[in-house]
Nanobody, 123 residues
Framework: QVQLVESGGGLVQAGGSLRLSCAAS????????IGWFRQAPGKEREFVAV????????YYVDSVKGRFTISRDNAKNTVTLQMNSLKPEDTAVYYC????????????????WGQGTQVTVSS
């Protein structure tokens, strides 16, 4: 059974920073992926960033490039999303998800999801 637990959300002013963590357990495939997605009220869940746990390959949605950084700690099976220069439009519930192989931003190919953590950016 794969489990994902997110942490680190909260309320921050525009221009501030937050650090989200995703702790994964139960996945033993050689090249699994952990991605971050977000869902704002009334909107579809959208891709934010992804990392390959084996190669460290990363990919970001254009709107967060230069502001967000995804990284991994293989020893702890943890992925971190460092979010800087936050904007009100970054407000959403942030979810981490995992897939057996490298799937990039293809949301439908992720097979396990965490419960989400709320990020609120005030103007």
């Amino acid at each position: 059974q794969v489990q994902l637990v997110e942490s680190g959300g909260g309320l921050v002013q525009a221009g501030g920073s937050l650090r989200l963590s995703c702790a994964a357990s139960g996945r033993t495939f050689s090249d699994y992926t952990i991605g971050w997605f977000r869902q704002a009220p009334g909107k579809e869940r959208e891709f934010v960033a992804v990392i390959s746990m084996s190669s460290g390959t990363t990919y970001y949605v254009d709107s967060v490039k230069g502001r967000f950084t995804i990284s991994r700690d293989n020893a702890k099976n943890t992925v971190t999303l460092q979010m800087n220069s936050l904007k009100p439009e970054d407000t959403a519930v942030y979810y981490c998800a995992t897939a057996k192989y490298w799937v990039g931003a293809q949301k439908r190919l992720y097979d396990y999801w965490g419960q989400g953590t709320q990020v609120t950016v005030s103007s």
